[in-house]
C-alpha cells in the first residue's frame, strides 16, 4: 500500500491518547488537528502557550475530543522535567498510545568552519536530546497501550548531509539512528513501533527562514502530507518498524 495516497477511516484514532511536539504551528498543528479528526484525544506540547491555545481551540470548534495543553521548552528541560511530564500524563490520561516528536530546531545556514557552539548546543538539545529524553520518560506509558506508535521527525539533509545545514543536519541523522535502535530494542518485547517521516519541502516557518527566496505557493502544504502520518499513527502500520518513510 501506497502510505502516501492511505484513505484512513474517520474513526482510525478512536479512544488513542497521541502527544504532538511543536503542536503550534506548522506541520505539528496539522498533525494534531487531523488526529483529532480522528478521534484521538491530543496533547499539545510545545513553548508557546497562545499558540498552542489557538489549535485547542481549532480542535474544539471542530468537534474533536478535548485536548490537552503541556508547555515546556526543549532547549531548557532537564530530566525531571520529563519525569514530570510522565507523571502528569500518568494522571491525566493514564496511558499513551502515540507520540509524535515534530518539534526542531533549525540552526544556522553556514559552513561548519564557521558554525558557533552556542548554535550547535541548543540544535542537538532540542533535535536529539530532547527527544532521547522525553521518549526514555514516556516510554512506559506507551507500554500500557494494546499497540502505540513512536513518530521521529527526520530530513532528506539527515540521509545525504549537504553543505551548510550543520547541526541540523547532523541531529537529523543522530534522529534517524535513535529510531532503528529504539526500534530494534523494543520489537518483539512490547507493541511499541518506531518509525520516522521525512516531510519533505512543507510550507512552514522553519522551511520559509531555511530558504528566503523561495516563493511559498510553490510548496506543499501540510495539510497534504498527513496521509502518512495517519499510516503510521493508525492500525494500519502495525507491524511496520524501524522505518524511514518520505511523506512526498
Not at 498510545?97 to 564557521?114: F, K, M, V, W, Y
Not at 550547535?120 to 512506559?140: D, G, S, Y
Not at 520516522?196 to 506543499?220: L, S
Request: glycine letters at 10%; hydrophobic letters at 40%; aromatic letters at 6%.
Amino acid at each position: 500500500m501506497n502510505h502516501m495516497q492511505y484513505q484512513a477511516p474517520d474513526d482510525l484514532l478512536d479512544g488513542r491518547v497521541i502527544a504532538v511536539t511543536g503542536a503550534g504551528d506548522g506541520i505539528g498543528a496539522e498533525a494534531a488537528r487531523t488526529f483529532a479528526a480522528h478521534g484521538a484525544t491530543v496533547i499539545l506540547i510545545g513553548r508557546t502557550v497562545p499558540k498552542l491555545e489557538e489549535v485547542y481551540d481549532q480542535i474544539e470548534k471542530a468537534g474533536g475530543a478535548q485536548p490537552g495543553i503541556y508547555p515546556i521548552s526543549l532547549d531548557g528541560a532537564v530530566e525531571k522535567d520529563y519525569r514530570d511530564m510522565h507523571d502528569r500524563l500518568e494522571e491525566v490520561f493514564g496511558q499513551l498510545d502515540g507520540l509524535l516528536h515534530n518539534a526542531g530546531e533549525l540552526g544556522q545556514r553556514t559552513p561548519i568552519a564557521n558554525y558557533t557552539l552556542a548554535s550547535w548546543q541548543k540544535v542537538m538539545q532540542v533535535n536529539v536530546t530532547a527527544e532521547f529524553l522525553m521518549t526514555k520518560a514516556l516510554l512506559p506509558l506507551l507500554e500500557k497501550s494494546d499497540n502505540a506508535s513512536i513518530i521521529f521527525t527526520s530530513s532528506s539533509v539527515g540521509k545525504v548531509g549537504k553543505p551548510y545545514w550543520g547541526a541540523y543536519a547532523v541531529s537529523k541523522f543522530a534522529i534517524e539512528g535513535l529510531s532503528q535502535v529504539l526500534a530494534h530494542e523494543l520489537e518483539g518485547t512490547s507493541n511499541i513501533r518506531v518509525n520516522c517521516i521525512n516531510p519533505g519541502a512543507t510550507r512552514t516557518r522553519m522551511r520559509a527562514t531555511a530558504f528566503p527566496a523561495e516563493d511559498p505557493a510553490t510548496v506543499t502544504i501540510p495539510a497534504a502530507i498527513m496521509p502518512t502520518y495517519l499510516y503510521l499513527m493508525g492500525s494500519a502500520s502495525e507491524g511496520i518498524t524501524g522505518q524511514s518513510l518520505d511523506a512526498q
